[in-house]
């Protein structure tokens, strides 16, 4: 069975920028969450996506926003980029609400 | 706010020899815990995970072990090889409230000597 995948791997953009990552979920799994790592602030739980419905949200601001399409593919967007979004950004998948797997993250660099 | 924290932010070990690594969380209304580990250029692997309604869990070369009253967590690995270096985390989640997605605490990186 495939793993969760991530793309783009890596992007850069520049501040102001908008960026759009996109998370395909291990086939079956209907639940998908998004956390952002940074080395100062660690692994942060951004929103997670069940059913195409937001199911729970983290501490971000509104800029960081998400959406989950009917075959369990979600992408996450934010908007006017700052410096301090440049982080590893990852997705994971869960069949149930417990064990998560993880993707292997898209390297966001904003410059 | 509620947090995970782990004591060390890193460990060496020499090879073969058992690693534990520890976790202390503040959140009471914890109920699930895992723990991940975290090669570098990787998503996080899962390792292990435990329910509230259990003290002690073994996997294959790894033991979780949870002690509600102390609220600490720890990671056992026997015979400590060099494919297990990489940053190991705790998490936890509140399934009775709060943002439900997992709290991680830092990371403890586990260093193999030869």
């Known amino acids: 069975k495939a793993g969760v995948t991530q793309t783009p791997r890596y992007l850069i953009k520049t501040r102001g920028q908008q960026v759009t990552l996109s998370c395909s979920p291990i086939s079956g799994h209907r639940s998908v969450s998004w956390y952002q790592q940074t080395p100062g602030q660690g692994l942060q739980f951004l929103f997670e996506y069940f059913s195409e419905t937001q199911r729970n949200k983290g501490n971000f601001p509104g800029r960081f926003s998400g959406r989950q399409f009917s075959n369990s593919r979600s992408e996450m967007n934010v908007s006017t980029l700052e410096l301090g979004d440049s982080a590893l950004y990852l997705c994971?998948?869960?069949?149930?609400?417990?064990?998560?797997?993880f993707g292997p993250g898209t390297r966001l660099t904003v410059l | 706010g509620e947090s995970v924290g782990l004591h060390l932010p890193t460990l060496s070990v020499q090879e073969g020899d058992n690693s534990i690594i520890n976790c202390a969380y503040s959140?009471?209304?914890?109920?699930?815990f895992i723990w991940y580990k975290q090669e570098s250029g990787k998503g996080p692997q899962f390792i292990i995970d435990i329910r509230s309604n259990m003290d002690k869990r073994q996997g294959q070369r790894v033991t979780v072990l949870l002690n509600k009253t102390v609220k600490h967590l720890s990671l056992q690995i026997a015979a400590t090889q060099p494919g297990d270096s990489a940053v190991y985390f705790c998490a936890e989640r509140d399934s009775g409230g709060g943002a439900d997605g997992l709290t991680f605490g830092k990371g403890t990186h586990l260093i193999i000597q030869p």
């Open positions: 994971a998948s869960s069949h149930g609400r417990d064990e998560q797997f």
């Open positions: 959140n009471s209304a914890s109920d699930y």
